[in-house]
């Protein structure tokens, strides 16, 4: 009886939203949004994910003895770069429309690019600018007048200073250095807390809930990255491969920093999970983080591999561009940085679809309502959306593209995004070309990217499916696009 009572309930304010709908429409009055889905993104959290690709800047000893792990016995005087210029560094990112960099200030070695008053190894004892000098301000002072934002790596694993593996201490020492660089040298918009510690490393207890409340504290609108967040959180891996499904939510209390055995988890995310703490794919141009003169930029096609797999699946692409020993970009990251960011502008930046017609399975508030099919062809890709009429994640929702040309469409990648300012929803996709189906797949987020596995397809009408979500679903844009350097076979 209960269970009839319930049903009726349903039926009954499914009936009169879509009358109170109709109503709304009659007396000129705009249907409401549909509820978000928590958890939802913050304000610094939503333009982090629109930033698509962001850079990092791997800097330090490392970079003159041709390591990736400093010892922290490493002299100061071997910090020694003969032509340091960070508006050099700017303007390459500048030039790939790159609009935040984050430079390691402390890597592992623990000597600090600033002139740190907690400890003398620093810059101020290395013979560049005859100790006189303070590269965080340089990278800071830099990157202003173009416009882009900076972030910090500090690395909580430090192999030089005594006071590491003695909690009290460190901490407080940690905590000084925190203040130090998110107090003195303007708006930081990213933290960076790496895990990674030697096996032989010290035990140490990170103050973790100190740290994050102290940055908080300073830095109005900045997201801490860990493995856990609690802003953004780790991919769990450095090839920049995140998984699919890939969930910008996950349940952050059951994480810890460096922990082992969640790298799977931090892949996929949790789509019942109960923080927003979208994953970052750090990656680096070359083999390692710091620049060797061993080493070369990867590939055009493998860079392109990596966006797709995670910008291409709701992620964020944090790429590492590292100064070399004279204190430059070199020329030949510099090219391929913006080799990458040119060919992802010649496949993304016509859109397909754009001059096709749309249809849809329904359309919330009816046909003159703000949601319909329409909205996914703008350039807003976060508050147009199309939305199906109700508001439950049950029933067959579609969304078509039709050709209005005579010889139809020609594509080989599809892009799908989701309005993730209402969360996170669709668990699984489908898109069909003229009624065949060409790619089965599970969550979208803010990006989703398919490349068709056969490789350029042709036909009149693109539909997407959607056929399993946490709640209605609700599509900012669709694309459709020709990516003239993908190649199926893998041959070239
Ligand atoms: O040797 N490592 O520490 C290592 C090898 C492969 C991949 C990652 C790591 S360390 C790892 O780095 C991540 C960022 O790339 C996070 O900071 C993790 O906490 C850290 O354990």
């Not at 907690?118 to 620093?122: C, I, N």
């Given at each position: 009886m209960a269970e009839m009572g319930h049903r009726f309930s349903f039926i009954f304010t499914l009936t009169l939203l879509h009358f109170l709908h109709f109503c709304s429409a009659k007396l000129g009055v705009s249907t409401p949004p549909p509820l978000p889905i928590l958890p939802l993104p913050s304000f610094s959290q939503l333009k982090w994910q629109q930033r698509e690709v962001i850079m990092f800047l791997h800097f330090g000893p490392n970079t003159f003895t041709d390591s990736e792990w400093g010892t922290g016995r490493e002299s100061p005087t071997v910090f020694n770069p003969t032509a340091l210029d960070a508006a050099q560094w700017a303007a390459t990112a500048a030039a790939a429309n790159i609009s935040l960099m984050i430079l390691t200030a402390k890597h592992h070695d623990g000597f600090c690019l600033w002139p740190s008053k907690?400890?003398?190894?620093?810059v101020s004892r290395s013979p560049w600018k005859n100790g006189h000098g303070d590269v965080v301000k340089e990278f800071v002072d830099a990157a202003a007048p173009r416009g882009i934002d900076v972030g910090v790596y500090l690395s909580p694993w430090d192999r030089h200073d005594r006071r590491y593996s003695h909690e009290l201490a460190y901490n407080e020492y940690y905590l000084a250095q925190l203040q130090e660089l998110l107090n003195n040298y303007?708006?930081?918009r990213e933290i960076w807390f790496d895990g990674a510690k030697g096996k032989n490393a010290p035990n140490m207890s990170y103050y973790f809930s100190d740290w994050f409340a102290m940055v908080k504290e300073l830095q109005s609108s900045i997201n801490i990255f860990s493995d856990a967040g609690p802003d953004i959180r780790w991919v769990g891996d450095e090839n920049g491969f995140a998984g699919t499904p890939c969930w910008s939510t996950i349940n952050r209390s059951s994480l810890a920093i460096g922990a082992e055995g969640i790298t799977q988890y931090l892949n996929e995310g949790d789509p019942e999970g109960t923080h927003w703490v979208p994953p970052e794919c750090d990656v680096s141009i070359r083999n390692g983080w710091f620049w060797h003169k061993s080493e070369s930029p990867k590939s055009l096609k493998t860079l392109l591999e990596i966006y797709y797999n995670s910008v291409g699946r709701n992620c964020v692409l944090l790429f590492n561009v590292p100064p070399n020993s004279t204190g430059l970009i070199a020329q030949e990251d510099a090219h391929t940085l913006t080799q990458f960011k040119a060919a992802i502008h010649t496949i993304f930046s016509s859109n397909l679809a754009q001059n096709c017609s749309l249809r849809a399975s329904s359309q919330r508030g009816g046909k003159e309502s703000a949601f319909g099919p329409e909205n996914v062809l703008d350039n807003d890709h976060l508050w147009t959306y199309w939305a199906p009429r109700g508001?439950?994640?049950g029933g067959d929702h579609w969304i078509e593209i039709r050709s209005q040309q005579k010889q139809g469409l020609r594509f080989n990648v599809v892009r799908i995004q989701e309005a993730i300012g209402l969360g996170q929803r669709i668990k699984r996709h489908e898109i069909y070309l003229d009624g065949k189906r060409i790619v089965e797949e599970s969550s979208v987020g803010y990006k989703r990217l398919h490349r068709i596995k056969s490789g350029v397809v042709c036909g009149e009408v693109v539909r997407v499916r959607i056929t399993e979500a946490r709640a209605v679903p609700l599509i900012s844009s669709l694309g459709l696009h020709l990516d003239p350097f993908w190649d199926p076979t893998g041959l070239s």
């Open positions: 907690y400890t003398t190894h620093s303007g708006n930081v508001a439950d994640a």
